[in-house]
């Protein structure tokens, strides 16, 4: 069975964790295997829009930690290599000029966790929990959760949750700016799908510039990001799409792109 299910249709990719017996928990395979469908969907052309998700009931329960408890160098190595490969999936989700959404379907926690803030937008089932579940097994917290979180809900109430490891509800993380959208049990694919094929009508290009200025706008100084804004502006003012996309809003018509 492949660690991880990977799809491409008109122009959306899906890459889908199958270790539904573990709930999706990941080990060195299917981290590996994460990486490299995500690297693939950044140097794809056909690639316009990205969808992760889990398989069964689960997004990823975070680690596998019966596979670090056994690995045969001990727990420290078993950590940075699963924290090393991890990461590169966060890098190429953060890094992709392209939209990427969490379809979660069920429990986020732990890596899971991290690995669903990391994504532009979450798809959120009703019955779905997040938990970051680091500091309840006495670990701290890794793939970009500690750089992301306070982000999107604040220093504050980052501490809270890190601290006191409550579950998150779905109706709490829409509440807290955690999630995108809340959708019934069953259905988050179906409407990320659904938020893909409207983002794959828009301006990728658009789209790739816009995400990177605000990836790296909390450590850019003022003028620095200005710069980067005014060479992004002119770069999409300067294309093919972009003139087009113009025109068309200065003539009151859709515009007639290239597929």
């Known amino acids: 069975m492949e660690p991880v299910k990977v799809e491409i249709e008109d122009g959306i990719a899906k890459a889908v964790l199958n270790r539904p017996e573990s709930f999706n928990a990941l080990d060195i395979e299917l981290a590996e295997a994460l990486a490299k469908a995500l690297a693939g969907f950044s140097t794809d052309e056909s690639v316009k829009a990205v969808i992760v998700s889990g398989e069964g009931k689960a997004f990823c329960a975070g680690g596998n930690l019966k596979w670090v408890l056994k690995h045969p160098s001990g727990t420290r190595a078993a950590f940075h290599e699963l924290a090393g490969r991890f990461h590169q999936s ?3 989700i953060r890094r992709m000029q392209k939209p990427v959404i969490a379809a979660v379907n069920g429990v986020a926690a732990g890596a899971g966790f991290s690995l669903a803030l990391a994504c532009d937008f979450r798809v959120m ?5 997040f938990r970051q579940a680091y500091t309840s097994v006495g670990l701290c917290i890794d793939g970009g959760g500690s750089h992301i979180l306070p982000r999107l809900v604040g220093q504050s109430r980052a501490m809270e949750i890190i601290a006191f490891d409550e579950p998150i509800s779905s109706e709490r993380a829409l509440e807290w700016g955690m999630v995108t959208k809340l959708v019934d049990d069953g259905t988050a694919m179906d409407e990320s799908l659904n938020m893909a094929r409207e983002l794959c009508g828009r301006s990728i290009h658009s789209f790739g510039w816009c995400k990177g200025l605000i990836t790296d706008s909390f450590d850019t100084p ?5 710069e980067k ?10 294309t093919e799409e972009g003139i087009e996309r113009m025109r068309a809003f200065a003539e009151k018509r859709k515009p007639v792109l290239r597929s």
């Open 125 to 129: 089932a009703k019955s779905a929990t």
């Open 229 to 238: 804004e005014r060479a992004g502006i002119a770069d999409c003012g300067a």
């Open 90 to 92: 966060i890098i190429e």
């Open 222 to 226: 003022l003028e620095a990001q200005l």
